[in-house]
């Protein structure tokens, strides 16, 4: 069990460095922090001395690297890694140079306009980090199996189905990043053993380890407090599933340059848990899952992402943040608000990234006659104001956001410091430590919403009937929208209605990408040509791992 007792107890475990798969792995050594004093380590005979002590050390451990407290590292909540990569490269946000603020030697405009190149470091250390954490799941099946004679049968299948199934995850953001990547299942593999894999074989791959492990997986709740809070359980694996088949056209097309995708919508796995179909009937499964487990909307939007979010009954899986507790970081909202917007709630805030033109064109447009609900949900814009006053700069005047007047670089112009719209989704937590970054609101990773919405693009990219009631006009009714303001029940409204309820949550890029969108350069206007450069929907691979491991062969493109 992850249990609160267990994280005071056990800090992250020690590691020593060893190369593999082209780039810095790290390998657990399996030493509880319980003494700063070397003598007061556990040796790995006492770690592993009991059921519950393996459990601690081979599986719930792993969980500290969901979150991050480090730049590339976490799946949320940093900069420069996953979330970054997979938002600042779209039409959905930005980080504009701001002046002498937000350059950071191009890194920024690099990600907007896909620019960036497999020099990056960041890149590398997303890579990295992602690997790491791969590979600590391969030691811990290895110690599993070593010490196996402490188990029962029926623990042994659920511990190493936990394992499996994370590294999976792991393994799916690697292969949407990525495309062709490096799958080793053993903690001792030889670097010259290492082959890369097609994207495709990737994806199968992922498929393989995630039916092999969900049926002895727990089947509880992942994001409410309790015994599977923050755990793998078979509600989030029936989740990444439905995202798996969702882009199952993308993840097998093994050459993206050439743009003629294959007919992997007719592709029909053999699954032991859904009924067989093709992807868009089987994406619809898993999401039906989800809805018959009792997943459903909250009412009210912004609960899911209030600074105690732990009870909604629309969150799938999060990162458990405490700041007293956990060492994981959120910094969005810090990274975004103006300084004199920070200083009123109590941060030191860096004034940073915002909506884009086109996002804050798609909120405004979509409505004839108002801005969606969303928007305030989502944003803070116009003039602030923190506890019924309002915010004062310096000159004594208000402070106001202007969404339209964004640019890329804003360097010299009126609104360098005050252009976009700035992020709202998650409530300020005001008891917050390090400036806000240490906060209590839950990271959100997968949520019911997202259910409905793929839902609703698989039935019309399947050419199946809706259910009775639209699914994304239950997210209209929750927040008050008339449902008469949706456009159209098509693929382009399905991409707008993504971007109106996910606004902040990382998905863009895979969306983009899934719709042909996923243009280079971005410009500061939607493009629906529907022409793209292919080779971008993949990031190159980090020279400094081919350096390491020439095995190893750039992506197409690059």
């Not at 009991?50 to 590292?73: F, K």
């Not at 909120?363 to 609900?373: E, G």
């Not at 969404?403 to 112009?413: I, K, Y």
């Amino acid at each position: 069990m992850i249990t609160t007792t267990i994280r005071r107890l056990f800090c992250k475990p020690t590691a020593r460095s060893l190369q593999i798969g082209g780039c810095l792995l790290t390998s657990l050594l399996v030493i509880s922090c319980l003494d700063e004093n070397p003598r007061g380590q556990l040796t790995e005979e006492q770690a592993y001395a009991s059921a519950s002590s393996l459990y601690i050390n081979t599986v719930a451990t792993l969980y500290n690297y969901i979150g991050g407290h480090a730049d590339s590292e976490g799946l949320q909540g940093t900069y420069r890694g996953v979330y970054d990569y997979n938002t600042f490269t779209t039409d959905e946000a930005m980080l504009p140079t701001r002046g002498g603020d937000w350059y950071d030697g191009g890194f920024w405009q690099h990600l907007y306009l896909h620019t960036w190149t497999a020099n990056d470091n960041e890149l590398y250390a997303t890579w990295t980090y992602l690997y790491k954490v791969v590979m600590l799941c391969n030691r811990s099946l290895a110690r599993l199996d070593q010490y196996q004679s402490l188990l029962t049968t029926e623990q042994l299948a659920a511990y190493k189905a936990e394992v499996r199934a994370l590294r999976a995850l792991f393994y799916y953001y690697l292969m949407d990043m990525f495309g062709r990547i490096p799958i080793v299942t053993s903690e001792d593999v030889p670097l010259s053993d290492i082959r890369q894999s097609e994207r495709s074989e990737a994806f199968k791959f992922i498929v393989d380890e995630l039916q092999s492990a969900v049926s002895s997986l727990p089947l509880g709740r992942s994001n409410q407090e309790g015994e599977y809070y923050g755990r793998i359980t078979r509600p989030v694996v029936w989740f990444l599933m439905a995202k798996l088949m969702l882009n199952a056209e993308v993840y097998l097309d093994d050459d993206w340059t050439d743009n003629n995708r294959p007919e992997g919508s007719q592709t029909v796995f053999n699954l032991t848990d859904v009924p067989q179909g093709n992807v868009w009937e089987t994406c619809i499964a898993y999401c039906n899952k989800l809805t018959d487990f009792g997943y459903r909307l909250e009412e009210d939007y912004a609960k899911n992402f209030a600074v105690h979010n732990e009870a909604s009954v629309e969150n799938i899986f999060t990162i458990p943040m405490d700041k007293t507790l956990y060492p994981n970081i959120f910094k969005y909202l810090f990274r975004s608000f103006h300084y004199a917007h920070g200083g009123a709630v109590g941060m030191d805030c860096e004034n940073g990234s915002c909506a884009t033109l086109s996002t804050a064109t798609t909120y405004r447009a979509h409505m004839v006659f108002s801005t969606d609900p969303r928007w305030d949900m989502n944003f803070f814009s116009g003039e602030v104001t923190v506890d019924g006053q309002p915010v004062l700069l310096q000159d004594g005047q208000p402070l106001v956001y202007y969404p339209f007047e964004v640019r890329l670089d804003l360097s010299g112009s009126e609104y360098e410091k005050t252009a976009g719209a700035r992020m709202s989704k998650y409530e300020i937590d005001r008891t917050a430590y390090s400036d806000g970054q240490l906060c209590q609101n839950d990271i959100v990773l997968f949520r019911y919403a997202d259910v409905l919405l793929m839902v609703s693009e698989a039935c019309l990219r399947g050419q199946l009937n809706l259910p009775e009631t639209d699914a994304c006009l239950q997210l209209y009714e929750r927040v008050g929208a008339p449902t008469s303001y949706r456009n159209s029940n098509s693929l382009d409204q399905i991409l707008s209605d993504r971007l109106l309820e996910l606004m902040w949550e990382g998905w863009r890029r895979q969306d983009l990408i899934r719709f042909d969108r996923f243009h280079k350069p971005y410009d500061l206007r939607p493009q629906l040509d529907g022409e793209s450069d292919r080779h971008t929907i993949v990031f190159p691979i980090p020279a400094q791992a081919i350096e390491l491991n020439n095995n190893l062969q750039q992506n197409p493109g690059y």
